[in-house]
T-cell receptor, first 114, second 112 residues
Framework: DGGITQSPKYLFRKEGQNVTLSCEQN?????MYWYRQDPGQGLRLIYY???????QKGDIAEGYSVSREKKESFPLTVTSAQKNPTAFYLC?????????????FGPGTRLTVL | DQQVKQNSPSLSVQEGRISILNCDYT??????FLWYKKYPAEGPTFLIS?????DKNEDGRFTVFLNKSAKHLSLHIVPSQPGDSAVYFC???????????FGKGTKLSVIP
C-alpha cells in the first residue's frame, strides 16, 4: 500500500519542550512538504524539500526545523521558540516535475501544547 | 495579502442539486490549480486539477472551470451527495514553484 504516514495522530507536550513529528512516504516521491493548519485558515507552508539533504523555508518557518537524510522521511521538529505551536500539522509529498505537481497528503498530527 | 481567495466560508446544498464552489486568485504567475477535499482531523484528499492551458476539466461528478481573464475558477459537483460534505480547498502554483498556495476553504454541507 503506497502512501504517506504521520505519527502520532495526537500529541501533547508541555510548553517549552521540543517535539518531533514523523512523516514517512513510500511513493518514491522526491519532494516533501510540511504544512500547518489553524481553525478557519488554509494550509500554510512551513518547510519543503526537493531532494535528500536539501530543504527550504516556507512562509512560516520560524520556530521549526527539519531534516531530510532519507528520501522516504522528512521529520519536523517544533521547537520551544515557536510561539503558538498548537495546530494540525500536515505532511505532503510530490514528484519532482516542477510546477504541475499534485501533492498528496498524510493523515496529519494534531499537536497540543499545554 | 491573500493570493488565493475562497470568499464563501460555507455553502449548503440539497442532495441531488449542483454545488458550485468558487475561488479567485491574484497572482498571474499561477498556472496550475487544484481542489482538495478535507474531512475533520484528516489530511486533504486530492480531487481534481486544471492547467492554465485548459478552461475545463471533468472527472465523474466533478468539473473544474478556469477563467484566466477573470482569475477565477470554480468546482462543480453534480449531483451533490451527503458524502460530499467536507471542507474544499482551492490551491494554486506556478512558474516552476513547488509551493502550493491555499485558500482558506469552503465548508460544503449537502442536506439529505
Amino acid at each position: 500500500d503506497g502512501g504517506i504516514t504521520q505519527s502520532p495522530k495526537y500529541l501533547f507536550r508541555k510548553e517549552g519542550q521540543n517535539v518531533t513529528l514523523s512523516c514517512e512516504q513510500n511513493l518514491n516521491h522526491d519532494a516533501m512538504y510540511w504544512y500547518r493548519q489553524d481553525p478557519g485558515q488554509g494550509l500554510r507552508l512551513i518547510y519543503y524539500s526537493q531532494i535528500v539533504n536539501d530543504f527550504q523555508k516556507g512562509d512560516i518557518a520560524e520556530g521549526y526545523s527539519v531534516s531530510r537524510e532519507k528520501k522516504e522521511s522528512f521529520p519536523l521538529t517544533v521547537t520551544s521558540a515557536q510561539k503558538n505551536p498548537t495546530a494540525f500539522y500536515l505532511c505532503a509529498s510530490s514528484t519532482f516535475l516542477g510546477g504541475a505537481d499534485t501533492q498528496y497528503f498524510g493523515p496529519g498530527t494534531r499537536l497540543t501544547v499545554l | 495579502d491573500q493570493q488565493v481567495k475562497q470568499n464563501s466560508p460555507s455553502l449548503s446544498v440539497q442532495e441531488g442539486r449542483i454545488s458550485i464552489l468558487n475561488c479567485d486568485y491574484t497572482n498571474s504567475m499561477f498556472d496550475y490549480f487544484l481542489w482538495y477535499k478535507k474531512y475533520p482531523a484528516e489530511g486533504p484528499t486530492f480531487l481534481i486539477s486544471i492547467s492554465s492551458i485548459k478552461d475545463k476539466n471533468e472527472d465523474g461528478r466533478f468539473t473544474v472551470f478556469l477563467n484566466k481573464s477573470a482569475k477565477h475558477l470554480s468546482l462543480h459537483i453534480v449531483p451533490s451527495q451527503p458524502g460530499d460534505s467536507a471542507v474544499y480547498f482551492c490551491a494554486a502554483t506556478g512558474a516552476g514553484s513547488y509551493q502550493l498556495t491555499f485558500g482558506k476553504g469552503t465548508k460544503l454541507s449537502v442536506i439529505p
